[in-house]
Nanobody
Framework: QVQLVESGGGLVQAGGSLRLSCVIS????????MDWYRQAPGKQRELVAS???????NYSDSVKGRFTISRDNAKNTVYLQMNSLKSEDTAVYYC????????WGQGIQVTVSL
C-alpha cells in the first residue's frame, strides 16, 4: 500500500511560481510512475506531468515548458515546480502513482489570479 501526502499550493498572481510536494511512503518498490494531475472546476481530471522510476519525464502540452516534475529519492518526494502560471492553471492538483493508482485525496488548491 502506498500513501501520499501533498503540500504546497495557494494563491499566486499570473506569471508567478509555486512548488508542490508529494511525500510517498509505503510500497514504493511497486511504483513505476509518479504523476501530478489537476482538475479545474467543471472539467475532468487531467494528467499534467509524470516521472518514471528511471527519471523519464512527460508533460501535457498545456504545461510543457512551464512546469517541471522532479523527485528526491532520498526524501521519497516528488515535486512539481510551476512557473509562468496562468489563470487557466487554477485547479485542484493531485499526486498519484502508477500502475497501482490509489484512492484520490483532497488535493491541493492552486489559484492563479489575473
Amino acid at each position: 500500500q502506498v500513501q501520499l501526502v501533498e503540500s504546497g499550493g495557494g494563491l499566486v498572481q499570473a506569471g508567478g511560481s509555486l512548488r508542490l510536494s508529494c511525500v510517498i511512503s509505503g510500497s514504493i518498490f511497486s511504483i513505476v510512475f509518479m504523476d501530478w494531475y489537476r482538475q479545474a472546476p467543471g472539467k475532468q481530471r487531467e494528467l499534467v506531468a509524470s516521472i518514471s522510476r528511471y527519471g523519464t519525464t512527460n508533460y501535457s502540452d498545456s504545461v510543457k515548458g512551464r512546469f517541471t516534475i522532479s523527485r528526491d529519492n532520498a526524501k521519497n518526494t516528488v515535486y512539481l515546480q510551476m512557473n509562468s502560471l496562468k489563470s487557466e492553471d487554477t485547479a485542484v492538483y493531485y499526486c498519484n502513482v502508477r500502475p497501482n493508482t490509489i484512492a484520490w485525496g483532497q488535493g491541493i488548491q492552486v489559484t492563479v489570479s489575473l
